[in-house]
């Protein structure tokens, strides 16, 4: 079974309006993270948000917000009011202790989000 | 600090050449990680160091590949006995650990065994 799931191949939208990119995760550990990277077509990962599984609030950076559901195990990236420089591959992934402080980081399939202007 | 850099960018060769990649990581950065993106997927894990000790490595990796970090600064990752399913593009990154979820990647070197 996969570990991440992005359903998404591809998503359009329009310059300024939000958009959801969906992810959901299969893990039996009770302390991991979730998070996003972004890979423009220069090709480089950039860092988007992360989410503790026991952090409580959902977390934000400036446009991107997580939104963490626990008990559907889907931690979906919202970003809002589109730019055209958001136009690029979107990555989730998530990491699972192997303990002794080492783990393991697992990334999706991607979702290509184009943003028309 | 100018980021994560990678050499070569481009590599080419033949099947059953042996092929050397470097990463310099950003200078603080404890943790270094060496990934392999093919066309339409995700960055898959390969390994990782805490300074120069290889914590972890993935059991999809076969014995032709070795990563070495001698003295806790960079990195090289040697294929042996390359094989056409090895051409890929392969990630670093680096990061502190105690934000090792926030990695900062390289350009990427794209191996193309032919």
């Known amino acids: 079974a996969q570990k991440i799931t992005q359903t998404q191949p591809g998503m359009f939208v329009q310059e300024k309006e939000a958009v959801t990119l969906d992810c959901t995760y299969d893990?039996?550990?009770?302390?991991?993270?979730l998070f996003w990277y972004k890979q423009p077509s220069s090709g480089e990962m950039i860092f988007l948000i992360y989410?503790?599984?026991?952090?409580?609030q959902n977390a934000t950076e400036g446009r991107y917000s997580l939104n963490f559901q626990k008990a559907r195990k889907s931690a979906n990236l919202v970003i809002s009011a589109s730019q055209l420089g958001d136009s690029a591959m979107y990555f989730c992934a998530m990491r699972e202790g192997k303990g002794g402080g080492s783990y393991i980081p697992t990334f999706g399939r991607g979702t290509s989000l184009i943003v028309h202007p | 600090d100018t980021g994560v850099s990678q050499d070569p960018r481009h590599k080419i060769t033949k099947r059953g050449q042996n092929v050397t990649f470097r990463c310099d990581p950003i200078s603080e950065h404890n943790r270094l990680y060496w990934y392999r993106q093919t066309l339409g997927q995700g960055p898959e894990f390969l390994t990782y160091?805490?300074?120069?000790?290889?914590?972890?490595k993935s059991r999809l990796l076969s014995d032709r590949f070795s990563a070495e970090r001698p003295k806790g600064s960079f990195s090289t990752l040697e294929i042996q006995r390359t094989e056409q399913g090895d051409s890929a593009m392969y990630l670093c990154a680096s990061s502190l650990d105690f934000r090792d979820y926030e990695q900062y990647f390289g350009p990427g070197t794209r191996l193309t065994v032919t």
């Open positions: 893990t039996s550990d009770q302390s991991y993270g």
């Open positions: 989410q503790g599984s026991y952090d409580e």
């Open positions: 160091f805490q300074n120069e000790a290889q914590l972890e």
